[in-house]
């Protein structure tokens, strides 16, 4: 076993029992090596990862600024995988390239205010695209979508790919333009986005109908839920738009609350695992895939943890799927 792969762990007096388990050493995601220091990031990794701690955008119910510990945390029962995984389902190993993730742990956000977090977050996901590794960022609540896609702006069609059960296009509440319920309004803005799909709508949220009809005027493909368990994913699938890029973003809250119910705005009648796991693994197929975030993991709302199971889940399967098909 490569030992060095792995920042987090100590030595073993012995070589030939060297165990890693999950329970041990500092929890970075799946206890891959880290590198805080942004500045001093260097070249050669496939995929980094970039917490971003911030919940003050939330309309509802806080919590996700927990959401990257609780998310790494969860994410260390895989920590084996980064050596190689044999996927017994689609009989394929992934990560048995020497692939390479690291954790750069997470952007310095303001107590109050929105400004700061979310300057810090654009020039952090910068650094990392400088670095020429795909950004996987773990939020926060929803609103952290904003200074992430921000940061791809010298990228042309950028197709998003949105998984949530809230439309989040709402134009501003009151005056405040940047809450987790506008996002996707505010990437339709710029000028490096293009299509966008929104798959797993439905239930009461803050985008009314008006948002709706905007939202398709746009040439945004809203899928709800109810449609994904309808038609099955492989004709949904086939609904992606053809694009240069994508970036794929999942609001926790795309998935039903009964498997998934740490999260600030449930919303029963969700997605289910296998659905959006599928569904990423087309839109990495497609195409080109420039960035990835997932939001709203509020660990406080589950005892259980396994909100957090779920989404380190789906971002590893992301990985997963990325580094075998770029
Ligand atoms: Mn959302």
């Given at each position: ?19 890693n ?44 600024r ?102 989040d ?5 009151g ?8 996002p ?8 490096h ?69 740490g ?30 975030d ?33």
């Amino acid at each position: 076993m490569e030992l060095n792969r792995n920042a987090n762990v100590n030595y073993s007096t012995n070589p030939n029992n060297f165990f890693n388990l999950p329970f041990t050493g500092i929890c970075s995601f799946m206890k891959t090596e880290i590198c805080p220091r942004l500045d001093e990031l260097k070249e050669g990794y496939d995929i980094a990862i970039l917490g971003m701690p911030f919940d003050i955008a939330a309309s509802a119910r806080s919590g996700a600024r927990f959401g990257p510990r609780g998310v790494r945390e969860a994410s260390t029962i895989n920590c084996d995988g980064l050596y190689g995984m044999y996927d017994p389902v689609r009989d394929a190993y992934f990560l048995d390239k020497g692939e390479k993730i690291i954790d750069c742990g997470d952007v310095d956000v303001s107590p109050c205010g929105y400004e700061q977090a979310f300057e810090n977050c654009t020039a952090a996901v910068r650094k990392i695209l400088e670095k020429k590794a795909v950004p996987v960022v773990i939020g926060g609540d929803h609103s952290i979508t904003i200074p992430v896609i921000r940061a791809f702006s010298d990228f042309e069609d950028i197709c998003v790919i949105q998984f949530d059960a809230h439309l989040d296009w709402t134009k501003s509440y009151g005056e405040f333009i940047y809450s987790h319920s506008s996002p996707m309004r505010r990437a339709s803005e710029m000028k490096h986005v293009g299509k966008m799909m929104q798959i797993g709508l439905r239930g009461l949220g803050s985008s009314g109908r008006s948002d709706f009809e905007e939202a398709r005027a746009y040439g945004s493909l809203l899928v709800s839920a109810k449609e994904v368990h309808e038609k099955g994913v492989d004709k949904i699938a086939r609904m992606i738009p053809d694009a240069k890029n994508y970036y794929i973003t999942v609001d926790i809250d795309g998935l039903d609350p009964s498997i998934c119910p740490g999260t600030g705005s449930p919303q029963p009648g969700g997605l289910l695992y296998q659905q959006v796991s599928d569904l990423i693994e087309a839109v990495v197929k497609k195409g080109n895939v420039v960035g990835f975030d997932l939001a709203e993991v509020a660990p406080a709302y589950d005892p259980c943890g396994q909100t957090s199971l779920y989404a380190a889940q789906i971002i590893l399967d992301f990985i997963c799927f990325y580094t075998k098909n770029r």
